[in-house]
């Protein structure tokens, strides 16, 4: 009993740091539809209760808000919590396993590029931010 209360904090901080990131929740299949089907990019991040999702993933997705160019929309899905709307996304991310913390980029509903949990854990978040930064100097200009 106590450790389900334990993961509901820690699942309830994870969501209050990609809101006061800026971050859209998506949280059912309709929502991701509804966004990722959009003209123009966004950037989902697939968050998780992991250390590196705590650690490196989130603070870069925080970080990265602040750069100059940026994607039209900044969203989130919750793996292992929200697991309709994981899937669904998961869906767009034609050519990538499942992997959570990731972020993907995508651009009129296709996705354009990926960083996936190898590239995170183990790395500084800057190094995150780079690849990200890096990806939207490519694509959301």
Same mark, same amino acid.
């Given at each position: 009993?106590?450790?389900?209360?334990?993961? !509901?904090?820690?699942?309830?901080?994870? =969501?209050?740091?990609?809101?006061? #990131? /800026?971050? &859209?929740?998506?949280? @059912? %299949?309709?929502?991701?539809?509804?966004?990722?089907?959009?003209?123009?990019?966004?950037?989902?991040?697939?968050n998780?209760?992991?250390?590196?999702?705590?650690?490196i993933?989130?603070?870069?997705?925080?970080?990265?808000? !602040?750069?100059?160019?940026?994607?039209? =929309?900044?969203?989130?899905?919750? #793996? /292992?919590q &929200?697991?309709?709307? @994981? %899937?669904?996304?998961?869906?767009?991310?034609?050519?990538?396993?499942?992997?959570?913390p990731?972020?993907?980029?995508?651009?009129?509903?296709?996705?354009?590029?990926?960083v996936?949990?190898?590239?995170?854990?183990?790395?500084?978040?800057?190094?995150?931010?780079?690849?990200?930064?890096?990806?939207f100097?490519?694509?959301?200009?």
């Amino acid at each position: 009993m106590e450790f389900n209360f334990f993961m !509901n904090d820690v699942v309830q901080v994870a =969501r209050q740091e990609m809101d006061q #990131a /800026g971050y &859209d929740q998506l949280t @059912t %299949a309709e929502e991701v539809d509804e966004t990722l089907k959009q003209e123009g990019t966004t950037l989902v991040m697939i968050n998780s209760v992991c250390g590196c999702a705590g650690g490196i993933a989130r603070p870069a997705a925080a970080y990265v808000k !602040n750069y100059d160019t940026k994607p039209d =929309r900044f969203v989130t899905v919750f #793996a /292992g919590q &929200d697991k309709e709307a @994981t %899937a669904r996304a998961r869906e767009y991310f034609e050519g990538y396993a499942p992997s959570s913390p990731s972020f993907a980029l995508l651009k009129d509903g296709k996705i354009q590029m990926m960083v996936e949990r190898y590239e995170i854990e183990g790395h500084e978040p800057i190094q995150v931010v780079q690849k990200l930064e890096k990806a939207f100097d490519e694509h959301c200009s």
